[in-house]
Every structure is written in C-alpha cells, then in structure tokens.
Nanobody
Framework: VQLQASGGGLVQAGGSLRLSCAAS????????MGWYRQTPGSQRELVAA?????????RYSDSVKGRFTISRDGGKNTIYLQMNSLKPEDTAVYYC????????WGQGTQVTVSS
C-alpha cells in the first residue's frame, strides 16, 4: 500500500488547516489509519487515529482534543485531519499511517504555525 498525504503549510496561530491522507487500493483490509507528528529531537507522537471498520472509533492526544477532528471516507480509503485553533506548539511534520497486516507510513507533511 502507498499513502499520499497533503494539506500541510504555514498558518498563523488561531488558524486552521486540513490534512488528507489517501491509501492506494490493495487487497488487504485496512484496520485503522491515523496521524502522528514529530519535531526535531523528539519522538513521534500520536495525534489522532480512527478505526476503519463500522465503529469508526476515534482517539486523540490530550493536546489536540477539542481542536482537531479526524474523519474518513472509507470508500476512498482516505482520512482527513481538520485542525482548528492551531497553536505554535502544533508545528511539526505530520505523518499518516495505515494499519493492515503491518503498519505503513506515508511521507511527512510540514505544518508550521506562526505566533
């Protein structure tokens, strides 16, 4: 499977961005998808995740709850991350992933929030 992420960029604090991540069609079931982020010198941290089954269960890191929303278009194997009320500390490279028989990572997309 290949992942295509898009939507990063530069935004002022308080602004919004929407990230997208599309998984290529393949014969394996997708169990879940989500986003991590990473800043230089830090470990990659989970931002949000969504189940791709009927439950559509979601989970978020405490730092983004109430500001970010993850959603999916199951028919297109695509997820979205709507990021509102962005803060400078949200600045990072955001990576999407897909969980099938193993986890596959997409290329990162830079999000920069200026103060």
């Amino acid at each position: 499977v290949q992942l295509q992420a898009s939507g990063g960029g530069l935004v002022q604090a308080g602004g919004s961005l929407r990230l997208s991540c599309a998984a290529s069609q393949n014969p394996f079931i997708i169990n879940g998808m989500g986003w991590y982020r990473q800043t230089p010198g830090s470990q990659r941290e989970l931002v949000a995740a969504i189940a791709m089954d009927g439950s559509q269960m979601t989970r978020y890191s405490d730092s983004v709850k109430g500001r970010f929303t993850i959603s999916r278009d199951g028919g297109k194997n695509t997820i979205y991350l709507q990021m509102n009320s962005l803060k400078p500390e949200d600045t990072a490279v955001y990576y999407c992933y897909v969980d099938q028989e193993r986890r596959t990572w997409g290329q990162g997309t830079q999000v920069t929030v200026s103060s």
